[in-house]
């Protein structure tokens, strides 16, 4: 259950083939920018997650992905199994359908510097990391712009982030998250929809009586 938490609390020039690397020296601001500027959108998104040093095959998962500026998001798995990842901005709920338990955070433990503050609209890219050279080629085959960016902040999960931004909007297509060990995820938006009427209540969860409470301090 923790692994769907940590892909967003990870939560992007040199030359390679078949990548349009980014070359703007203010591409961190043109990003933030025109991300900053989206008040809500929704869509489809796959996740494909790598172990390093292992012959296992990735593992996949899909579902759908809705965001309301400032600091509001919500996951659905619909595979390989359902769970829910939703926040109101201050409190982050984790349900998993099949278990009926609910882990509860508050979210200002996990946005600290992360790439998912600036998923919520809450951080900023130019603040929270720094742009370097792209040290492995993680994003394969894709036709937007892309550049990697290593934390300012040392944290003991992630290494350094990727990000695939389409390159005549900089909307984001594709995240990708290293983390220390040399494991990684890949996230790809599809069929995103923006600026989109959603109400704050889609960011809600009610906890039921019938539920178990697993109330969450160090992820």
Do not use: C
């Given at each position: 259950m923790k692994k769907y938490l940590l892909i967003l609390s990870f939560f992007i020039i040199s030359v390679f083939s078949g990548q349009n690397l980014a070359?703007?020296?203010?591409?961190?601001?043109?990003?933030?920018?025109?991300?900053?500027?989206?008040?809500?959108?929704?869509?489809?998104?796959?996740?494909?997650?790598?172990?390093?040093?292992?012959?296992?095959?990735?593992?996949?998962?899909?579902?759908?992905?809705?965001?309301?500026?400032?600091?509001?998001?919500?996951?659905?798995?619909?595979?390989?199994?359902?769970?829910?990842?939703?926040?109101?901005?201050?409190?982050?709920?984790?349900?998993?359908?099949l278990l009926e338990n609910v882990t509860i955070q508050k979210l200002e433990k996990l946005t600290d510097g992360t790439a998912l503050s600036f998923l919520l609209g809450l951080g900023d890219l130019n603040e929270d990391f720094k742009r370097r050279k792209i040290s492995k080629s993680l994003l394969k085959n894709q036709q937007g712009l892309i550049v990697e960016l290593e934390p300012i902040k040392e944290t003991a999960n992630l290494a350094f982030i990727q990000l695939e931004v389409d390159p005549e909007t900089y909307n984001l297509r594709t995240i990708a998250l290293m983390d220390q060990q040399g494991n990684y995820r890949i996230i790809a938006f599809e069929s995103m929809s923006y600026n989109l009427e959603l109400e704050d209540k889609f960011f809600e969860f009610e906890v039921s009586a019938e539920m178990e409470v697993i109330e969450a301090v160090n992820l």
């Open positions: 070359g703007e020296d203010n591409l961190l601001q043109l990003i933030q920018t025109q991300y900053h500027s989206i008040l809500s959108f929704s869509g489809h998104f796959r996740q494909t997650s790598f172990r390093a040093n292992s012959e296992s095959a990735p593992r996949k998962a899909e579902g759908e992905v809705s965001y309301k500026r400032p600091g509001k998001m919500r996951w659905l798995y619909d595979a390989p199994e359902e769970q829910l990842l939703v926040t109101n901005g201050e409190t982050l709920w984790l349900y998993d359908t």
